[in-house]
């Protein structure tokens, strides 16, 4: 459980008096797994930042999604930030992973806290740096990697951001985060398990390693 002393640590960066505005005006939620916590099109007025747990945030082209991020604990959403400050609807919706805990900063206050306090801008170049690498990457495998390739890196994504091994995920689950077809997941999962990458188990899948 995230206290006010993990919340001062993850923030350590920050000046004190900014820290405990943070901690005066922003709230603490605890958000339950595959809980839709921002929606394509809708307006930003909280930014998160992950204490626990972790959030996945696609992005949706035709009726098909695409993983695009992990947030992990001590991260906040770009995306979020940058519709926030221009007023503009999401671009992209964000679910639950897991269990998770965020700090709730409201757009009011971020926006204030910019321009009083210029190590606040920190967090989010720290984070645009990060998320630019990461969308590179993912641009990288939808146009130059076979499935297999973007499959198996996806399971090891995974496996990194939840340190969890076995996976407990269905096939489905896996085509609706890479925009493909579940016919297609299957298939590529049984190539992977005849190479010995993967071990697919009775409700979830091992990822053995190259």
Same mark, same amino acid.
């Given at each position: 459980?995230?206290?006010?002393?993990?919340?001062?640590?993850?923030?350590?960066?920050?000046?004190?008096?900014? #820290?405990?505005?943070?901690?005066?005006?922003?709230?603490?939620?605890?958000?339950?797994?595959?809980?839709?916590?921002?929606?394509?099109?809708?307006? %930003?007025?909280?930014?998160?930042?992950?204490?626990?747990?972790?959030?996945?945030?696609?992005?949706?082209?035709?009726?098909?999604?695409?993983?695009?991020?992990?947030?992990?604990?001590?991260?906040?959403?770009?995306?979020?930030?940058?519709?926030?400050?221009? /007023?503009?609807?999401?671009?992209?919706? !964000? $679910?639950?992973?897991?269990?998770?805990?965020?700090?709730?900063?409201?757009?009011?206050? %971020?926006?204030?806290?910019?321009?009083?306090?210029?190590?606040?801008?920190? $967090?989010?170049?720290?984070?645009?740096?990060?998320?630019?690498?990461?969308?590179?990457?993912?641009?990288?495998? %939808?146009?130059? /990697?076979?499935?297999?390739?973007?499959?198996?890196?996806?399971?090891?994504?995974?496996?990194?951001?939840?340190?969890? /091994?076995?996976?407990?995920?269905?096939?489905?689950?896996?085509?609706?985060?890479?925009?493909? !077809?579940?016919?297609? %997941?299957?298939? #590529?999962?049984?190539?992977?398990?005849?190479?010995?990458?993967?071990?697919? $188990?009775?409700?979830?899948?091992?990822?053995?390693?190259?």
């Amino acid at each position: 459980m995230a206290t006010e002393t993990d919340i001062k640590k993850a923030l350590s960066y920050l000046p004190a008096d900014l #820290v405990g505005e943070i901690l005066r005006l922003s709230v603490i939620k605890e958000i339950p797994k595959d809980t839709e916590i921002l929606r394509e099109g809708q307006f %930003v007025k909280v930014i998160p930042i992950v204490l626990e747990g972790l959030i996945k945030v696609f992005s949706r082209f035709q009726e098909k999604e695409l993983l695009l991020y992990y947030i992990k604990p001590e991260e906040s959403c770009v995306m979020s930030f940058a519709a926030s400050l221009k /007023n503009e609807p999401s671009k992209v919706f !964000a $679910l639950t992973e897991e269990d998770t805990r965020v700090l709730l900063l409201p757009i009011g206050s %971020v926006a204030l806290w910019l321009t009083q306090y210029p190590d606040f801008n920190r $967090l989010f170049f720290q984070q645009y740096n990060l998320r630019y690498s990461e969308l590179l990457d993912t641009i990288s495998h %939808v146009l130059f /990697n076979k499935m297999d390739i973007r499959l198996f890196s996806y399971l090891e994504e995974k496996v990194k951001a939840t340190k969890k /091994n076995p996976l407990k995920v269905s096939h489905r689950q896996i085509a609706n985060e890479l925009g493909t !077809a579940r016919e297609v %997941v299957s298939r #590529v999962m049984k190539k992977l398990e005849n190479e010995g990458k993967i071990r697919q $188990l009775e409700n979830s899948i091992e990822s053995i390693g190259r």
